[in-house]
């Protein structure tokens, strides 16, 4: 039988470098506000002919608008600050005047009065999603002695993936100008939601392999709940990340950020559901913290 | 037990016709429901959010307020055409308009939102910095970045009903230091000691639309007593020099038809009447139209637009289904070659879930948004994992002893609890986004997702539990069972 367990301080380490990685990215790069919680217009417009987005935004900032372009499906794609109806029209007539006749394909404009709610809103939906995870994990785990652990170790897993997944999009957004919108905290909470899920699976074989006694020791019931569940975890994170790549891939920008967003956090889900939720649910089991960084040494089974 | 999954296969080939027959065609008509709904985003239309401005109101009157201002709306949205209109409160300042399938114009939409009030301006010399510097009435400074300066285009002209023919302002011409700049100031007037600015409030609802002399499109309107009283003092002030009086919806320039501020210079003393001129037809018909019935009880600012062209969301959802389809021939691919005969059942099941699903929003009148179909797409990847745990469950109880029949049994029955606590805390999540969702201004997107992910859930714990497991019962019944190699069981050899 494989000995995860005790190669823990490895998986601590992997998940320390991430974690510190993502957060001194988060605080020099930041996380680019979209619209939805910063204010500001989203002009879709489509050429007759094709457009460079590059050579659009060299002209967008001759036009004296800043802001960035994205391609979409041909269309060009505008991110500005908020535009009246009537800068709207001279940014499109500014733009056709160089390229040539185009149709408005779209706009979207959200005033700092919407942005702000809109970003309270989600802040709370995210800690509220977390507490009622920790409530149902205590009451489902209450048979287990100390059911608190199970929903708290559950609870800083998901936390692992939602800092890794920030993290991410800060990089991104330094690198892109990749902005986080509504379709982000969508993802977000389906990554929380899905990181949940298979923590909950590896715990649900070690409730019933407590309850079957397979050994006295916490940490051998873990390891051999961990490596029963392994091709379960593995298999189902394939099957979504196959179906979340179709997103990505035939979607686009529209749902990229929402598509991106499960991408990243997926596979952190299924790392952190493996390596971190139960290892950490072990050394708590114990008191040793000291184990954290030594790693125990099986020796039964 | 064989026969009472033949009846089990018997309901599951049922339930799925039966899907089969409510989905399809797509936009047909079943139990009353019109095909899939779609939301904004992919069906093309307007959503617009305003937010009004209760400053200025009675404390406790508020609700009514907003009522009348939302009737106002339904009447300005009603001669639009669109088929299925929708203005409801949000909050308690805040009024959404939604268009659906619509394609209407920037004047159109700002028509709507409109306040309708008009209010008169003087052009006034205030003193920049510090400097005591006496206000001069009616002189033109050199523009300034400050206010607009009055056009003096001849083309508009408001005078009284019945008087002579209108002379050719003169220009005032005055040599003074820049220390002053000149800018629009509401015109006050003094009635009953109080002082009040002079605007369209005081205009009685009988506007109308008039062709002039030179066939110039007049807007007319009748002052009422209160009206006349302002009115007689202020034009009388201004008329000394002909000085211009601006005209003003909210704190914009009321544009004439050649996009130029209307500010006709005052050529004589106005009493009960006037006319407005320099409009558009349809501008000066609307604007009547407004200013006679439909003017709302307090402004409006729009905070919030989407507006999607209906080819764009079209776009959108070819894309998606294509996404979809592709995303679940991939997963069925996996199922078939790690799984064999039991991820063929699944693969069937997944067939049986995706019909029922789509039934479902059919029936019960889900709004399929963008993030939605992102929901149901990802929820074909997840509604295998109930399958690949119950599979996985088999290939352990087999490992440990227990023949095929006993370990398929005991895999649906061990694996139940890590499904049911798992697909809780999804169920968790759905129910955070569905409320997320409606509680903000652009959330229906989010709001989809979290019904469509919550039904993909529930259905797919269904279909995986039961007619995964009929399936299997049946075909474990058959002479093929005794390869065990079809389900991936190599006896005596462990495979992970």
Redesign the interface.
């Known amino acids: 039988m494989f000995d995860i367990v005790g190669k823990r301080p490895v998986f601590f380490a992997i998940s320390a470098v991430l974690l510190a990685g993502s957060v001194i990215a988060l605080l020099v790069l930041g996380l680019n506000p979209g619209i939805?919680f910063s204010s500001g217009s989203i002009t879709?417009l489509s050429f007759e002919q094709a457009v460079d987005p590059t050579e659009a935004e060299e002209e967008l900032a001759a036009l004296g608008f800043s802001g960035r372009i994205d391609e979409w499906?041909g269309?060009l794609v505008i991110h500005t600050v908020q535009l009246t109806?009537g800068e709207?029209?001279s940014l499109r007539e500014g733009l056709e005047e160089k390229f040539g006749p185009a149709?408005?394909?779209?706009?979207?404009?959200?005033?700092p009065?919407?942005a702000e709610?809109?970003a309270g809103?989600?802040g709370?939906?995210v800690s509220?999603?977390a507490v009622?995870?920790l409530l149902?994990?205590t009451w489902?785990f209450r048979r287990m002695p100390r059911p608190l652990h199970y929903g708290a170790c559950a609870i800083i897993a998901l936390i692992h993936d939602v800092v890794i997944v920030l993290g991410v999009f800060a990089i991104l957004g330094g690198i892109f100008g990749w902005e986080i919108n509504?379709?982000f905290?969508?993802g977000i909470?389906?990554v929380?939601?899905?990181s949940?899920?298979?923590t909950?699976?590896v715990?649900?074989?070690i409730?019933?392999n407590l309850q079957r006694g397979v050994s006295p020791d916490f940490e051998v019931v873990v390891n051999s709940s961990l490596v029963?569940?392994?091709?379960?975890s593995l298999?189902?994170s394939?099957?979504?990340?196959?179906?979340?790549m179709?997103?990505v891939?035939?979607?686009?920008v529209?749902?990229q950020n929402?598509?991106v967003v499960?991408l990243i956090g997926v596979i952190a889900g299924t790392y952190s559901s493996l390596f971190v939720a139960p290892q950490l649910l072990a050394v708590w089991h114990k008191g040793k913290w000291r184990g954290f960084v030594q790693g125990p040494t099986l020796t039964t089974r | 037990m064989l026969r009472r999954n033949t009846w089990v296969l018997i309901t599951i080939i049922v339930v799925f016709a039966l899907a089969l027959w409510v989905l399809l065609p797509i936009e047909g008509e079943r139990f009353g429901r019109q095909g899939i709904q779609f939301g904004l985003d992919l069906k093309g239309g307007v959503r617009l959010?305003y937010?009004a401005d209760l400053s200025g109101v009675t404390p406790g009157t508020e609700g009514e307020i907003m009522d009348g201002v939302l009737a106002v709306i339904a009447n300005r949205i009603n001669p639009l055409g669109v088929t299925e209109p929708d203005f409801h409160r949000r909050g308690d300042d805040q009024i959404v308009v939604e268009l659906p399938g619509t394609d209407i114009t920037?004047i159109q939409?700002?028509r709507i939102g409109r306040t309708a009030l008009l209010g008169f301006r003087e052009w006034v010399q205030v003193p920049v910095g510090g400097e005591e510097v006496e206000v001069e009435v009616g002189t033109e400074e050199e523009a300034s970045e400050e206010g607009e300066e009055p056009v003096d285009s001849g083309e508009e002209e408001q005078a009284e009903e019945g008087e002579g023919d209108a002379e050719e302002p003169v220009d005032e011409e005055e040599e003074r230091e820049p220390v002053t700049i000149g800018m629009w100031v509401p015109a006050m007037g003094t009635v009953n000691g109080e002082e009040k600015a002079l605007n369209s409030s005081y205009f009685k609802e009988n506007t109308y639309i008039d062709r002039g002399q030179f066939g110039e499109i007049e807007l007319h309107f009748e002052w009422n007593e209160e009206g006349i009283e302002l009115s007689e003092q202020i034009t009388g002030r201004l008329v000394v020099g002909n000085q211009p009086l601006g005209i003003f919806e909210g704190d914009q320039p009321l544009l004439g038809d050649d996009g130029q501020p209307i500010a006709p210079r005052v050529q004589a003393v106005i009493t009960d009447r006037g006319i407005i001129t320099g409009l558009s037809m349809t501008e000066a018909t609307e604007l009547s139209k407004q200013l006679n019935a439909g003017r709302l009880p307090v402004p409006l600012?729009?905070?919030?637009?989407?507006?999607?062209?209906p080819?764009?969301g079209e776009?959108?959802v070819d894309?998606?289904v294509?996404?979809?389809l592709?995303?679940?021939v991939?997963?069925m691919l996996?199922?078939i070659a790690?799984y064999r005969i039991p991820g063929l059942m699944a693969s069937l099941a997944l067939v049986f879930y995706g019909a029922i699903v789509l039934a479902l929003f059919k029936l019960l009148g889900v709004t399929l948004t963008?993030?939605g179909i992102?929901?149901f797409?990802?929820s074909?990847?997840?509604a295998?994992?109930a399958n690949?745990?119950i599979f996985?469950r088999m290939k352990?109880e087999f490992r440990m002893g227990r023949a095929l029949g006993a370990a398929t049994e005991a895999g649906f029955n061990?694996a139940w609890?890590?499904i049911r606590?798992?697909?809780?805390?999804?169920m968790?999540?759905?129910?955070?986004?569905i409320?997320?969702g409606g509680?903000?201004?652009?959330?229906g997107?989010?709001q989809g997702?979290g019904v469509t992910?919550l039904i993909g859930v529930t259905v797919s714990m269904i279909t995986a539990i039961v007619a995964t497991r009929t399936l299997l019962r049946l075909f474990i019944g058959t002479n093929l069972a005794k390869q065990t190699r079809l389900f991936t069981i190599y006896s005596g050899k462990k495979n992970?």
């Not at chain 1, 149709?103 to 005033?111: C, I, K, L, T």
């Not at chain 1, 394939?238 to 979340?244: E, F, I, K």
């Not at chain 2, 600012?301 to 062209?309: A, I, S």
């Not at chain 2, 606590?421 to 999804?426: A, G």
Request: with cysteine.
């Open positions: 939805d879709t499906q269309d109806a709207k029209t149709e408005e394909m779209g706009f979207e404009s959200v005033d009065v919407i709610e809109t809103t989600a709370i939906a509220v999603s009622g995870i149902y994990l489902a509504l379709m905290i969508t909470l389906a929380i939601g899905y949940v899920n298979n909950v699976v715990f649900d074989r409730r019933e029963e569940t392994m091709s379960r298999n189902t394939l099957t979504t990340l196959v179906v979340v179709a997103l891939l035939f979607v686009g529209s749902i929402f598509a499960l | 959010v937010q920037d939409k700002e600012t729009r905070v919030g637009e989407m507006t999607v062209k080819k764009l776009d959108f894309l998606s294509r996404a979809g592709i995303g679940i991939l997963v996996f199922m790690y963008l993030a992102g929901g797409v990802l074909i990847g997840m295998v994992d690949v745990l996985e352990e061990r609890t890590a606590d798992s697909n809780i805390t999804t968790i999540v759905c129910g955070i986004l409320w997320v509680s903000i201004a652009f959330g997107s989010v997702f992910l992970v």
